[in-house]
C-alpha cells in the first residue's frame, strides 16, 4: 500500500459493488480505494443497509489483495480494519469510541461507522478483499435510525471528508500490514471490544442479559448469557443490541 489511487464517484448503488465492477473491468488494482459522494443501495452486514446524506459522509471501499491467508484466520482482517477505523474516528473525537462485534464503531452508545468486508476465496485460501466503511461525518439528523451519531453532532464542528479519508488510509496501511499478527491484533481489538462488561443481546427471539467473553480468530463470538450460560454464536445467531 505504498501508492493509493483514490477513484472519486459522485453516487453509485454501493461502493463495494462499484469496486466489484471494476474489477470485472480491471480498472483497479490492490490498494485503490472508491470514494462516493452517495450510494443508494448501501449495505450492512446481512441484510442491513446503510443510509447517507449526500456529500455528508464518508463512504468508500478499499480493494486488496492478501498473501493467502486460511478462511479460518479470516477474521484477522476485521481485527485490522475495525482498528483503523476506531483509531481513525479517536484523531477526530477521541472520547467513548468502541468497537462492536462484528463490525460496528460506536461513540456515546450510538453508531457512528459500519464495516462491510468481502472476501474472495480461491483454493481455500482469502485471495483478496473488498473492504467497504462508511462514517458519519456532518450529517446531523438520521431518519432511519434513532441510534446513529456523527463526527459533527459529538463535536458541533464541520469536517472536511478528505481529511477523515486521508487519516483513515494511513490507519489502513498500519494495521493491514500486521495482518499476520494475528495475536497481536486481536489483543488490541479486545482491548477497545464492547461488552467485555456486560451488555444485552437479541438470541433466539429473545432479549438477553449477559457479557462478552471474547471473540474467537474464527469470527465467532463467545459469551455468557445469563439464562443459557457461556457458548460461541456466529453473526446472524446472536447480536448485541444497545
Known amino acids: 500500500m505504498s501508492t493509493i489511487k483514490i477513484i472519486k464517484v459522485n453516487a453509485t448503488r454501493s461502493t463495494n459493488d462499484k469496486v466489484k465492477m471494476l474489477i470485472k473491468s480491471k480498472k483497479i488494482i490492490s490498494g485503490d480505494i472508491v470514494s462516493a459522494k452517495y450510494q443508494y443501495g ?56 468502541i468497537i462492536k462485534w462484528p463490525n460496528d464503531i460506536l461513540s456515546g452508545d450510538k453508531k457512528i461507522s459500519g464495516i462491510l468486508i468481502e472476501n474472495t476465496i480461491r483454493s481455500n485460501k482469502i485471495n483478496s478483499s473488498i473492504i467497504g466503511t462508511g462514517i458519519n461525518i456532518n450529517q446531523i439528523i438520521f431518519r432511519n435510525s434513532i441510534n446513529a451519531t456523527s463526527l459533527k453532532n459529538l463535536s458541533n464542528k464541520d469536517f472536511y471528508v478528505n481529511d477523515v479519508l486521508d487519516e483513515l ?71 448485541i443490541i444497545i
Not at 441484510?47 to 484477522?76: A, H, Q, V
Not at 495482518?179 to 488490541?188: A, F, R, V
Open 42 to 97: 448501501g449495505r450492512g452486514q446481512l441484510t442491513n443497509r446503510w443510509y447517507s446524506s449526500y456529500g455528508k459522509n464518508l463512504l468508500c471501499s478499499l480493494y486488496f489483495e492478501f498473501p493467502k491467508i486460511s478462511p479460518d484466520l479470516g477474521f484477522s482482517i476485521n481485527y485490522a480494519v475495525c482498528l483503523s477505523v476506531l483509531k481513525t474516528i479517536r484523531k477526530f473525537v477521541p472520547d467513548q469510541t
Open 169 to 239: 488510509i494511513n490507519n489502513y496501511k498500519f494495521y493491514l500490514s500486521k495482518i499476520n499478527n494475528i495475536e497481536e491484533l486481536s489483543k488490541e481489538y479486545h482491548n477497545n471490544l464492547y461488552g467485555l462488561n456486560g451488555c444485552n443481546f437479541m438470541l433466539k427471539g429473545k432479549k438477553v442479559k449477559g457479557k462478552v467473553i471474547k471473540v474467537l480468530n474464527n469470527g465467532q463470538i463467545k459469551v455468557d448469557i445469563e439464562s443459557e450460560g457461556i457458548a460461541s454464536y456466529r453473526s446472524g445467531e446472536i447480536k
